[in-house]
């Protein structure tokens, strides 16, 4: 799951006006997991509500991803992420992360206080690089960007906040291309993530992130190599999006 939730694409790019937020409450996106072409797992993202986080409205946004029953047996997952994304300043107000991999379990609470440069946790606080994002709230982040900022073959860098530590995250916008789903064909943007060796992933080269070029924006698909293969994250459902997506049902 930190490999699917983590890297979906941060810019520090000209954001959105409250109002034109390419999301709301209630939209949802269910999505396969699969390695070697047999299904391992499954996930989802859901905004289940607007609320006030103290005195800030926020989306309440959750994101949930478990293997197959069949693959518990191997390395049985159970991840909860969720975030209190600022709807209008798109950052986090405040982050929960419940995850359980392979019997390694964690828990974390963090509240984010900008203003100051902080994230508080437990008894203890840290100094947080300016506009950080955490690891679900990322994805909503980048969702807000303006095509016409980005620019192919370039790099764009964004801070975030995981594991006690900063991170800045690099994202190579690569180009488009088409993604075959059961719903039909959906025009994507192709973005390449970079983390440092020995974080989050072993090589950062070998994963790619599409997104619909709409005004979705909305993750369509995922794909990392790993040492024994290929790990891929497929839409497989949505609803409530605010624009309809484009899709090409002639395929």
Not at 19 to 31: D, H, M, Q, R, T
Not at 102 to 116: I, P, T, V, W
Not at 165 to 185: A, M, P
Request: hydrophobic share 40%; charged share 25%.
């Amino acid at each position: 799951m930190r490999r699917f939730l983590l890297v979906l694409f941060l810019f520090p790019l000209t954001m959105y006006s409250q109002i034109n937020l390419p999301y709301k409450v209630g939209e949802y996106s269910a999505f396969d997991i699969s390695f070697g072409g047999i299904k391992v797992g499954s996930a989802d993202l859901e905004i289940v509500r607007q609320i006030q986080v103290n005195g800030i409205s926020t989306f309440h946004i959750i994101g949930k991803a478990k293997t197959a029953s069949f693959f518990d047996w191997f390395f049985k997952v159970r991840d909860v992420y969720e975030t209190y994304l600022d709807t209008s300043k798109v950052l986090p107000v405040r982050f929960f992360r419940d995850i359980n991999e392979g019997g390694y379990k964690k828990k974390q609470l963090y509240n984010f206080n900008h203003s100051d440069g902080l994230v508080f946790l437990e008894n203890t606080s840290h100094i947080i690089y300016p506009n950080s994002q955490d690891m679900l709230s990322s994805l909503f982040f980048a969702r807000t960007f303006k095509k016409g900022s980005l620019m192919q073959k370039k790099s764009f860098f964004v801070p975030i906040f995981m594991d006690e530590e900063n991170y800045l995250l690099e994202i190579l916008y690569l180009y488009n291309e088409k993604v075959t789903t059961n719903f039909g064909e959906v025009n994507c943007m192709v973005f390449k993530p970079k983390m440092q060796e020995g974080r989050v992933f072993e090589d950062g080269e070998k994963m790619k992130i599409w997104i619909s070029d709409d005004k979705n924006c909305l993750l369509v698909k995922v794909e990392t190599q790993i040492w024994a293969g290929t790990i891929n994250v497929i839409l497989v459902k949505y609803q409530n999006l605010k624009y309809p997506l484009s899709i090409s049902k002639d395929f």
